[in-house]
T-cell receptor, first 112, second 114 residues
Framework: GDSVTQMEGPVTLSEEAFLTINCTYT??????LFWYVQYPGEGLQLLLK?????DKGSNKGFEATYRKETTSFHLEKGSVQVSDSAVYFC???????????FGDGTTLTVKP | EAGVAQSPRYKIIEKRQSVAFWCNPI?????LYWYQQILGQGPKLLIQ????????DSQLPKDRFSAERLKGVDSTLKIQPAKLEDSAVYLC????????????FGPGTRLTVT
């Protein structure tokens, strides 16, 4: 079945540091890929998405590129802020269904 | 645009008791999902509705969990009887059902079973 593997956390960075959170997936066909973010005390919200190979999703300074050859969708940000502290989830949805499979999340803490 | 609403936000019950959660999706969203999120894990799909029909309930423990979506709008998820391992956050999400299934999540209900 489908699966998503994220780098284990927690990740602690200083403000303005570079962020990478690794995500790899296993799926048949051509799934859509997503990053969701969960801020403290809030529900999950979509951060960015990519629907086909080589697509780059971007939002709020975050980027991720759909790499089919390496089955990866790594999340990056050039300069993190304290307000980016949250739990980040990588997810996929099969091309023919809405059901999403989520990774276990990576907790990011950014210190001033 | 109003988001996905869920209630209650918190619930504490004893094992073997029953509990029900309510979800109101974003207006016009045809697809509704219930997820279980255990602490330290990602959300796991319990059931997916398309309008008022079930699309996927393969991971729903049907001996104790039930869900319905009357009139294709609101939905309720029930657990009866609850077990200790049911302690989790129950998330409701909806999507418009277009070709890219990005989902919009509610704040969740945190259930503690003692």
């Amino acid at each position: 079945g489908d699966s998503v593997t994220q780098m284990e956390g927690p990740v602690t960075l200083s403000e303005e540091a570079f962020l990478t959170i690794n995500c790899t997936y296993t799926a048949t066909g051509y799934p859509s890929l997503f990053w969701y973010v969960q801020y403290p005390g809030e529900g999950l919200q979509l951060l960015l998405k990519a629907t086909k190979a080589d697509d780059k999703g971007s939002n709020k300074g975050f980027e991720a590129t759909y790499r089919k050859e390496t089955t990866s969708f790594h999340l990056e940000k050039g300069s993190v802020q304290v307000s980016d502290s949250a739990v980040y989830f990588c997810a996929l949805s099969p091309s023919n269904a809405g059901k999403s499979t989520f990774g276990d999340g990576t907790t990011l803490t950014v210190k001033p | 645009e109003a988001g996905v609403a869920q209630s209650p936000r918190y619930k504490i019950i004893e094992k073997r008791q029953s509990v029900a959660f309510w979800c109101n999706p974003i207006s016009g969203h045809a697809t509704l999902y219930w997820y279980q999120q255990i602490l330290g894990q990602g959300p796991k799909l319990l059931i997916q509705f398309q309008n008022n029909g079930v699309v996927d309930d393969s991971q729903l423990p049907k001996d104790r969990f039930s869900a319905e979506r009357l009139k294709g709008v609101d939905s309720t998820l029930k657990i009866q009887p609850a077990k200790l391992e049911d302690s989790a956050v129950y998330l409701c999400a909806s999507s418009p059902g277009t070709s890219v299934y990005e989902q919009y999540f509610g704040p969740g209900t945190r259930l503690t079973v003692t």
